[in-house]
């Protein structure tokens, strides 16, 4: 699964969108999350298991992990 990442300072994570090429509309237009002042864009893989997450404070708390384990 793909994710768009959006991180502030110290790699806080300030925002996420799944965006499903496969389902996209090309009449709907092919916008997306923009990283503002001071953040960063960022679309990674996850593993399968990430699609299962319903809350976005777990969301969130996984992908600082995953991130974090990224960085090593």
């Known amino acids: 699964m ?5 991180t ?3 790699g806080k994570i300030v925002g ?3 965006l499903d090429e496969k389902k996209r509309d090309p009449a709907s237009g092919f916008g997306g999350p923009v990283a503002g002042a001071g953040q960063k864009l ?3 893989d996850l593993p399968k298991d990430f699609e299962r997450i319903k ?3 777990e969301l969130h708390r ?6 974090a384990s990224k960085k090593k």
């Open 2 to 6: 793909k994710l768009t990442v959006i």
């Open 8 to 10: 502030g300072r110290g």
């Open 16 to 18: 996420t969108a799944h």
């Open 42 to 44: 960022l679309v990674i």
């Open 55 to 57: 809350d976005a404070k």
């Open 62 to 67: 996984r992908l600082k992990t995953h991130l």
